[in-house]
């Protein structure tokens, strides 16, 4: 179903993929301090917090938060475990849809990761689908301590329709986000390069979105040292965490 962002409630092969050069969030690639810092944030644990089926239930807001949204089966739950180093702390599954609630993990007490449900299934109950993004997109547009979020593009296919509606609304929100390209080794090197400067083009015309894209894949572990960068940049400093 199309997302129209004025009426979503205002409240809280085996080569390696070709290289899509990650930046940090003023547009510098991650230097070798920023890699550390990434490196050093998530060789802490990470932990589950809970899973939010109505706003009232969000926990109270506290350090910096990312939140992960993308297509029903772009590979999010992955993405989250290949970049936290856990193989099952977000569920994953076949199944497209399966993420029904927003599953809070805590990183160290100096950042929050937010694992949101899918959009864009139209094979779930459209009531269902419906909650979901009531759901989702009052907590992109309300959330206080909501930083950044991640938008997952699979780099097989490239941008939709409904991403661009997505982007639209973030942009209107105030909501910065950054494009992350999943599952990229399937694709061919030249073709994810062709892609991805596409998709930069596309994203030079939306006011909210930062830097590049950055590809990653999960099953190659491939991407998660930039990604891991620009997350660092994010967090509260370990003196400031609890």
């Given at each position: 179903m199309p997302l129209?962002?004025?009426?979503?409630?205002?409240?809280?092969g085996d080569a390696a993929p070709a290289p899509v050069a990650a930046r940090t969030d003023d547009g510098a690639s991650p230097s070798e301090a920023d890699l550390e810092a990434g490196r050093l944030l998530f060789a802490r644990p990470t932990?589950?917090?809970?899973?939010?089926?109505?706003?009232?239930?969000?926990?109270?807001?506290g350090p910096p938060e990312i939140a992960f949204a993308g297509r029903s089966n772009v590979g999010k739950s992955s993405l989250v475990n290949a970049?936290?180093?856990?193989?099952?702390?977000?569920?994953?599954?076949?199944?497209p849809g399966?993420?029904?609630?927003?599953?809070?993990?805590?990183?160290?007490?100096?950042l929050r990761l937010v694992d949101l449900p899918g959009y864009g299934y139209a094979k779930a109950p459209k009531a269902q689908v419906d909650a979901w993004q009531r759901?989702?997109?009052?907590y992109l547009r309300g959330r206080p301590n909501l930083r950044l979020v991640l938008l997952l593009i699979d780099g097989r296919h490239g941008l939709k329709k409904v991403d661009e509606e997505v982007m639209q609304m973030l942009g209107k929100a105030?909501?910065?986000?950054?494009?992350?390209?999943?599952?990229?080794?399937?694709?061919?090197?030249?073709?994810?390069?062709?892609?991805?400067?596409?998709i930069a083009a596309t994203l030079r015309r939306m006011p909210a979105a930062i830097g590049e894209p950055i590809a990653t894949s999960a099953a190659r572990n491939h991407g998660f040292e930039e990604l891991r960068a620009v997350l660092a940049a994010h967090a509260e400093s370990a003196t400031d965490a609890p």
């Open positions: 129209r962002p004025d009426s979503a409630p205002t409240i809280p932990r589950f917090m809970l899973s939010v089926a109505d706003l009232d239930q969000l926990p109270q807001a970049l936290t180093g856990h193989r099952a702390i977000a569920r994953t599954s076949n199944t399966r993420t029904q609630q927003l599953n809070f993990f805590d990183q160290d007490g100096r759901l989702v997109f009052a105030a909501v910065p986000y950054r494009v992350v390209l999943t599952k990229s080794d399937l694709v061919g090197a030249g073709e994810l390069a062709g892609r991805a400067d596409d």
